[in-house]
């Protein structure tokens, strides 16, 4: 059993800033790529930034620039540090993780429970 778990999420005012963190738990063998994602009210669940088991990082277009994703393998945690935020950034945030368990014999991605944040004055 694999879970992960999401933690950093609120309110805070236009040009301000927050970190998530996502940990994975569980019969972890190993974990590839980790990520985040949101879904606003309304619309599709859309890509935010990624992070390889290299440390290779690749960001949306939107939060380029003002966003941070970063990982600590030895605990299986991935964090993003979001700065300059905008209104528009209000969502849910999910983090993704690719994950190899002992209890299934292949890579699978699993997903948390998701954190809101909301950005407004």
């Known amino acids: 059993q694999v879970q992960l778990v999401e933690s950093g999420g609120g309110l805070v005012q236009p040009g301000g800033s927050l970190r998530l963190s996502c940990s994975a738990s569980?019969?972890?063998?190993?974990?590839?790529?980790m990520g985040w994602y949101r879904q606003a009210p309304g619309k599709q669940r859309e890509f935010v930034a990624r992070?390889?088991?290299?440390?290779?990082?690749t960001y949306a277009d939107s939060v380029k620039d003002r966003f941070t994703i970063s990982r600590d393998n030895a605990k299986n945690t991935v964090l993003l540090q979001m700065n300059s935020l905008k209104p528009e950034d209000t969502a849910v945030y999910y983090c993704?993780?690719?994950?190899?368990?002992?209890?299934?014999?292949?890579?699978?991605?699993?997903w948390g429970q998701g954190t809101q944040v909301t950005v407004s004055s």
């Open positions: 569980g019969s972890i063998v190993a974990i590839q790529a």
């Open positions: 993704s993780a690719n994950i190899y368990s002992s209890g299934a014999p292949y890579f699978q991605d699993y």
């Open positions: 992070i390889t088991s290299g440390s290779r990082t």
